[in-house]
Every structure is written in C-alpha cells, then in structure tokens.
C-alpha cells in the first residue's frame, strides 16, 4: 500500500509540484548516480523547510524513498495520516526512542531505500547551515552498509526562482571511518565528514547555478 499512495500522489501531485517548484536537477556525475535509485541506499540531504521531502518525492520519481520525519508533522490529523501511508518513518525527537533506527535499518535491509535530514531540525534565523549533524545517520549508514546518496537543495519553493537540485556521487560510510577508533568517536568523525559532503554539494551547486 505504501507504494501505491507514493505512485497516487506522485501523479495527481505532478501538474501542482511543476508550478512549485519547476525543479531543475544537477549531477556530481551523471554516470554514477541519477534520478534512479537502484537497489537499498540511505538518501541524506540538508535541511531547508518542511516541504524539502515533498520535493524529493519527485526528483526521486521512479522509487519509494520512506523519509524520517519530525513527530510535529504528525500531529496534523489529515497530514499525519497521508505521511503514515506514504510511508513517513516516525521520529519523536523530544523521546529517548529510536526505534525510527530499527525501522529504518529492517527498510535498508530488505532492499529498500531510506530518506535522512541529519541535521533532525530547520536552522533558526542567524544560524550557520547546515546544521551539525546528529550521529543518528552515520550509525544507520554504518550498520546498514549501503551506498549513502548525498543531495542538496536550495529551497526555493512556489517563488520566482525555480527550485535546484544537486545529486551527489554515492559513498559508503565504513570508506569514511578511521581504523580500530572507539564506537563514540567513529560515529561523530563520519558524522561530521557526511556533512562536510553536504557543505561540498552546496558549494558546487552554488557554482552550476551561475554558469
């Protein structure tokens, strides 16, 4: 059923998503990774605004990618219910409950591909972007083994200038890993080498979009 409400919404959303967002897409190499995601994969993207995995839901067209999602979201009857049916991982950030982890580990290991903004909030007003990264997404990506598929948005949602994507070159996170280091440190060096990837990807975005 999940994916069915993904291809239901997809096509009945595309005219409306095209007004939007008249997303434009970009490569860090086109003969790595495009659109089409192929096997399980952990997509980690920057955080702009609540509507960011709604637009994924179109660059990634071709495949069901169940994003983490803030428990907020879910508090909206009609929205809680929709995101439930496509798929939204659940997340309560205010809990000491990571069961969002297990769900999306079982996802990854049985084939599926799984949506993270590790920055967990959007940045308040003044505040560096991105945000550090929480270590939730290095250990998913750690444990699952899976190729990492960074992209980056600029954000620019239902305004005169149209919304850019950048997809990045996949990794995995054990290639970021240093040898025998404790379980601790490893977590928060992948971490912050993930977001340095981010950091990159806007940059280079950031010189397409003038060229």
């Not at 428990?71 to 069961?99: M, Q, S, T």
């Not at 599926?112 to 990506?141: I, T």
């Amino acid at each position: 059923m999940i994916r069915f409400w993904n291809w239901f919404v997809k096509i009945t959303g595309w005219p409306a998503q095209a007004l939007c967002f008249r997303m434009k897409v970009y490569y860090e190499d086109r003969s790595v990774q495009d659109r089409h995601i192929r096997g399980p994969a952990l997509v980690i993207s920057n955080h702009t605004s609540i509507v960011d995995y709604m637009l994924y839901l179109f660059v990634f067209f071709t495949r069901t990618v169940r994003f983490q999602m803030a428990e907020v979201l879910f508090r909206k009857k009609f929205l809680g219910w929709l995101l439930r049916r496509l798929g939204g991982i659940y997340v309560d950030r205010n809990a000491k409950d990571f069961g969002f982890l297990t769900e999306s580990l079982e996802i990854l290991e049985n084939g599926g591909a799984v949506g993270m903004f590790p920055e967990s909030r959007l940045p308040l007003p003044g505040e560096a972007r991105p945000l550090e990264f929480k270590v939730s997404a290095a250990w998913l990506a750690l444990a699952a083994g899976v190729p990492v598929i960074p992209v980056v948005t600029n954000g620019s949602y239902c305004k005169r200038a149209r919304a850019r994507v950048l997809i990045g070159k996949p990794f995995y996170a054990a290639d970021l890993a240093p040898e025998g280091g404790e379980e601790k440190e490893t977590l928060q060096l992948v971490s912050e080498r993930m977001r340095q990837i981010i950091i990159d990807l806007e940059n280079l975005l950031d010189e397409q979009t003038k060229t």
